[in-house]
């Protein structure tokens, strides 16, 4: 099995300023086969950083405000997502303060694409562990390592989309996800809210979710969003 594999369907959101940067990033880490979004400020990534991103790329020098004290905040926050510090500058007293702020690495730029994903690996493979490749709601199952879905004792296949589509849902259970977030998440494309991709999307994963002698699991809520599971 491929080491990789474990770290099937993390969440990365890349924070960073320079709009050549951050499309190089946002390439680099989905050929790598991970899920990212971006965006080029600390107000968007507040909104952004949610249950079920498992680590963000942050630059320190952004237009609205200084990445160190955005991180600092994150932590008090008692927020333990992974942090890995993107910056030009390379002193060992900031290296210090940026490792004292709550981040888990610290990576000076330039730098190479390969080293920022092999870090990137390492920062998973450290916090990985069994429980969180499986993803339960009630009486679905969804392993990340073996991409596998089960309701109850009934395997369901899925389409790959779906399947992230699923695992987004399921990584809030019981909270309502927005289109936007499903565009960002599971597209990476906030446009994607502006054609009817989503709503075919949910309306095949939920054919497929649907078994006659079980209660509905995947819900709409009108003008909002889309729900796995009760509300909690």
Not at 78 to 106: E, F, K, W
């Amino acid at each position: 099995m491929n080491p990789e594999d474990d770290q099937a369907m993390a969440q990365i959101l890349i924070v960073e300023d320079q709009p050549n940067l951050l499309r190089s990033l946002l390439q680099a880490v989905q050929e790598a086969g991970l899920q990212a979004v971006g965006t080029d400020s600390l107000k968007h990534a507040s909104e952004l950083c949610r249950p079920g991103i498992d680590l963000i790329v942050l630059d320190l020098m952004l237009p609205d405000g200084n990445g160190l004290d955005w991180l600092k905040q994150l932590r008090a926050t008692g927020q333990r997502v992974l942090v890995l510090v993107l910056t030009a500058r390379d002193a060992v007293d900031d290296r210090i303060a940026g490792l004292d702020s709550g981040a888990d690495d610290y990576l000076i730029k330039p730098f190479a694409l390969n080293e920022l994903l092999a870090r990137i690996r390492a920062l998973l493979r450290r916090d990985q562990s069994p429980s969180s490749l499986v993803l339960t709601v009630a009486d679905v199952r969804l392993d990340l390592l073996n991409r596998t879905v089960h309701r109850g004792s009934v395997r369901i296949e899925l389409p790959q989309k779906q399947f992230e589509l699923l695992a987004c849902l399921m990584r809030q259970p019981g909270e309502i996800v927005s289109r936007q977030q499903i565009a960002d998440t599971v597209w990476n494309d906030p446009a994607a809210t502006w054609t009817n991709v989503i709503e075919v999307q949910i309306n095949q994963l939920r054919r497929r979710l649907h078994l006659a002698e079980l209660p509905a699991i995947l819900h709409t809520v009108r003008g909002k969003g889309y729900q796995v599971g009760g509300p909690r």
